[in-house]
């Protein structure tokens, strides 16, 4: 009883005035009441007489005309209940929507159709950091929300560093990278949390990774402050530190040199032969787990490969979920070496070290990149000691994984993947590994998503 008087209180609360509702709900009833009685006309011309002289009165006024039969006049009626309906509740939903998602009032049916059928894709996982994670989310979120980034939590410098050692929260710039990535509204989202101060005791911070700090001491909880972020910016998609533990970074060099810390191994040249995490017993996050476990695909990269995609592979729990898991697992190979990190690797070099850290069954296949860059472009790197990463399909599949190339360099100065080239290498590789029965929901969802982005 209680129950029913809670929702008859809630239901007057629509009554409130300046709602801009009242007026289209009752004129929406009204249309609703000359189709019925239009139908009724057309079906009872006789017992509703008064209805249908009302109505040819109303014509007669506006046009000089008679209407000599009743089917007309119930289908005029009809007619008039129709557009009053359509212009009734198109006008109230104008009135809601112009409060709850604000800017989307035109475009609503379109929002609507986005977000139901963008949860129709497939589930990917992707694993990593830097630019490159957030950059491939970005090209995937156009075609699913089903999707999770798990973000490596290694980084030590810069405004995440500062933060991490004043603060003791997790770095979230990697983090702050893929939740703008992920944004319905990327474009605000960008300006918002990329804003960077540039001066005072706050110099050098974006406020996006202040807000995320802020969140952690407010819940307690680095995940829940970006869980509510999710609900704020309307993700497409969620996103996990690979781990809750303050994790450092140990490069064991050939040298027999020992580097601790993500900023230090980067800048120190040589070659590396191990890398550690410390703690070694920390744990993922469930959510990360229950993911990998649900997921269509798994994505390894692209990004550093000693500070961005290993340091996720060295939890156990995320390595072991990954090879137990039947979804296949791609490595997205680097298109050029980074300086100190991977000196003249080649692909199969790239998946050595990875079989070293994660086991051999971990990656299924590798895509790699075949690239015509320009030679001014080819030479600026080769200045700052980089050159372009070589595919190689018979020393790739020797090590038991399956070898595949495209080509994702689209022009400029930085040899970077694009996105939506990357996504749609991803997408067309996923429908080559799935079974024939489930490849039908695959190409539906990749199709219509298509179509919706040239609306």
């Known amino acids: 009883m209680k129950k029913v008087k809670n929702n008859f209180i809630e239901a007057l609360k629509w009554l409130y005035p300046n709602l801009g509702v ?50 007309p006049a119930g289908i005029l009626i009809i007619i008039t209940g129709t557009i009053t309906t359509y212009y009734a509740l198109k006008k109230m939903l104008k009135s809601i929507i112009s409060v709850l998602l604000p800017g989307n009032e035109d475009t609503i049916v379109e929002v609507m159709y986005s977000r139901r059928q963008l949860k129709r894709g497939p589930k990917i996982v992707v694993v990593g950091g830097g630019t490159g994670l957030s950059a491939l989310l970005r090209g995937l979120k156009v075609y699913t929300s089903n999707l999770t980034a798990i973000v490596t939590v290694g980084d030590d410098g810069g405004s995440s560093g500062r933060l991490r050692r004043e603060l003791g929260v997790l770095p979230p710039g990697d983090v702050r990278n893929c939740l703008v990535a992920l944004a319905d509204k990327e474009e605000i989202m960008e300006d918002l949390f990329s804003y960077r101060f540039e001066n005072g005791t706050l110099e050098g911070h974006s406020l996006g990774n202040l807000f995320l700090a802020g969140l952690a001491g407010r819940f307690g909880d680095f995940q829940e402050g970006i869980e509510h972020i999710g609900k704020v910016f309307a993700l497409r ?46 744990k993922p996050l469930p959510g990360a787990v229950k993911a990998i476990e649900e997921a269509d695909m798994i994505v390894l990269g692209p990004g550093s490969l000693y500070t961005s995609v290993l340091p996720n592979l060295l939890i156990k729990g995320i390595k072991d979920k990954i090879t137990e898991v039947k979804a296949p697992c791609v490595y997205v190979c680097n298109i050029m070496t980074e300086p100190g990190e991977t000196d003249n690797f080649s692909v199969a070099d790239h998946l050595r070290v990875i079989i070293e850290h994660g086991g051999k069954d971990l990656v299924d296949v590798v895509l790699a990149a075949k690239e015509n860059i320009p030679q001014s472009v080819v030479e600026r790197y080769l200045s700052e000691g980089a050159v372009e990463v070589v595919g190689d399909r018979e020393s790739t599949e020797d090590l038991g994984i399956t070898y595949q190339e495209s080509s994702f360099y689209t022009g400029g100065e930085v040899v970077r993947h694009n996105p939506d080239k990357l996504a749609k290498e991803l997408l067309r590789l996923l429908f080559r590994l799935k079974p024939m029965s489930e490849r039908i929901d695959l190409v539906d969802s990749y199709l219509l998503n298509r179509k919706l982005k040239t609306l």
């Open 22 to 71: 009242k007026r289209y709900f009752f004129l929406a009833l009204l249309g609703t009441f000359l189709v019925a009685g239009g139908l009724a006309v057309i079906s009872y011309g006789q017992t509703l007489g008064f209805l249908e002289g009302s109505f040819r009165e109303i014509i007669y006024t506006l046009t000089g005309k008679q209407m000599i039969s009743v089917v």
């Open 237 to 282: 998609g969620e996103v996990y530190p690979s781990t809750l533990s303050q994790v450092t970074l140990e490069a064991c060099f050939e040298d027999g040199r020992s580097i601790n810390g993500e900023t230090a191994i980067r800048s120190t040249p040589g070659k590396i032969k191990y890398l550690n995490i410390s703690p070694s017993d920390c």
